[in-house]
């Protein structure tokens, strides 16, 4: 059996190696050893880049959104629950770009997260008090009467 020299193969797997190493300094984008380890490196901080973009966004996004609200008078927590109660499903990209940008959406927003938060505070407490008049209270941890004291 003839032996294989892969030839034409092993030209063009060198050139793609040495494209992607353009505008490395020094060796690193000449030599094919060299180019091949930093592409490697190059590629996996690439990866890992795209991940912590991610998250870096959704960060930025919760920080515009919560001093949207805060200057609203209500904390991000109780917006996004109040958002939840109403069946309100925007994301936090759709909601920090509404607070940057068209103010008086998010403020009709906050309104509504506001009124939710106290239709649900008030429907808390008729169950609390039906417990208490049955007698049936749960005397636990989360018990409907000790979250309405934390609120």
Do not use: C
């Not at 892969?6 to 992607?20: M, P, S």
């Not at 996996?44 to 805060?70: C, N, Q």
């Not at 505070?121 to 209270?137: F, N, R, Y």
């Amino acid at each position: 059996m003839p032996r294989a020299k892969r030839g034409n193969k092993r030209l063009q797997k060198r050139k793609r190696i040495l494209a992607l190493a353009k505008g490395f300094m020094l060796t690193k984008s000449k030599l094919y050893r060299q180019a091949r380890e930093s592409i490697q490196r190059a590629l996996k901080f690439a990866y890992v880049g795209r991940k912590l973009k991610k998250r870096d966004f959704r960060s930025l996004w919760i920080i515009r959104i919560s001093a949207a609200t805060k200057a609203q008078g209500l904390s991000y927590s109780r917006f996004m629950h109040g958002l939840k109660l109403s069946n309100i499903n925007l994301d936090r990209k759709m909601l920090a770009a509404l607070a940057l940008n068209d103010t008086a959406t998010f403020t009709e927003l906050v309104s509504t997260a506001k009124n939710a938060l106290q239709k649900h505070q008030e429907v808390l407490e008729k169950i609390s008090s039906l417990q208490v008049a049955d007698g049936t209270s749960k005397k636990g941890r989360y018990s409907t009467l000790k979250l309405n004291k934390r609120q």
